[in-house]
């Protein structure tokens, strides 16, 4: 059972950027991190492109996450959650770490219609300028390793 | 809806502003054969190596799956991958090493190259809208940000620093 209060949203209906206050400084968040996100490095070593670190360009966009103590608390595994059916890989960041970042860390669920919906769905909100993005590369760990795929 | 795309985007691409970008590249022609018209058209492409790999991988990404990322994440435009696939022609030569393509959540891209001189990003937003960050030796680890609209100037300038190097190295191999 899912206890969350529901985020605010604009007239569209869209959740505005937030800091959401059930969301606690020591929660973390996962990304979830595709394969078309890695690129090789001027060494040939495959890594996380800077792509998967930045917020969804349009109205409201944010870095999508899913929220893990919410999952945990839903009594789900959330390495299961994230990965099946086809998700390969993921990283982990500290809420905390990210507010330090002057980041906001909200909930938006994904509802149906959706095909995919994701009631534990969240989003990260601020300025992911190519010195941010190279902060968070260097703050995230691997949840669900992809395999010869290194962090940075 | 798809027409007037394609005919906003062609403007962008070909105005007269972006002739900032180098105009005089070495060119391939291809013949179309339209038998109904009986006609013929040239149709000339920019002569790069990297070209046909690009366009490959534009082609994969125009088709990815919604919901690639694991989130709500759309295909890439097909308006940003040919903007995209244009500015690389302004901006690259021949030899230029190929860049690796990222898709992003919502139709745009991110062209990368990482080398041992500088590492550059460039995120296609929309077509005429690019966020680009440089990195290298000057710049320091976190690099710089700007906005590119329609001068590649910089950019370009750096491409070419880092064609050349690669060319040095081949050479010099």
């Known amino acids: 059972m899912l206890v969350i209060a529901s985020p605010p949203r604009d007239n569209d209906g869209q959740v505005i950027p937030h800091d959401h206050s059930e969301i606690s400084n020591n929660d973390e968040v996962i990304r979830r991190i595709s394969q078309q996100q890695t690129v090789l490095d001027k060494d040939g070593q495959r890594i996380i492109s800077s ?102 | 809806m798809g027409e007037r795309m394609m005919q906003t985007q062609t403007t962008a691409v070909f105005s007269e502003e ?59 435009s097909f308006a940003n991958a040919n903007f995209a696939l244009r500015m690389l022609e302004g901006i690259c030569s021949k030899d230029t090493p190929a860049p690796q393509i990222v898709p992003g959540t919502r139709g745009d891209l991110q062209i990368e190259w990482h080398t041992h001189i500088t590492d550059i990003e460039l995120h296609v937003i929309a077509p005429n809208n690019v966020h680009a960050w440089l990195a290298d030796e000057k710049t320091g680890p976190d690099g710089k940000d ?22 040095d190295r081949v050479a010099t191999s």
Request: proline fraction near 9%; avoid cysteine.
């Open chain 2, 18 to 76: 972006l002739a900032v970008l180098p105009t005089k590249l070495p060119t391939s022609s291809t013949v179309y054969n339209f038998p109904i018209n009986r006609q013929k058209i040239f149709i000339t492409e920019p002569n790069r190596d990297w070209r046909p790999a690009i366009m490959e991988r534009l082609e994969k990404l125009t088709r990815l799956e919604t919901g690639w990322d694991g989130y709500l994440g759309e295909p890439v």
């Open chain 1, 51 to 152: 792509m998967a670190y930045k917020a969804s360009s349009g109205k409201n966009g944010g870095m999508s996450v899913d929220l893990k103590q919410l999952i945990e608390k839903d009594g789900l595994d959330p390495k299961d959650y994230v990965t099946t059916p086809r998700w390969m890989g993921s990283v982990l960041f500290k809420v905390s770490e990210l507010r330090a970042m002057e980041f906001k860390v909200g909930y938006n669920p994904i509802e149906p219609p959706s095909p995919d919906p994701n009631p534990y769905h969240g989003e990260v909100w601020g300025r992911f300028s190519g010195s941010q993005t190279r902060r968070l590369k260097t703050l995230a760990v691997w949840f669900v390793p992809i395999p010869n795929v290194n962090l940075t």
């Open chain 2, 146 to 167: 700007f906005l590119l609209t329609i001068n590649f100037t910089e950019v370009a300038r750096q491409i070419r620093k880092m064609t050349e190097h690669a060319s």
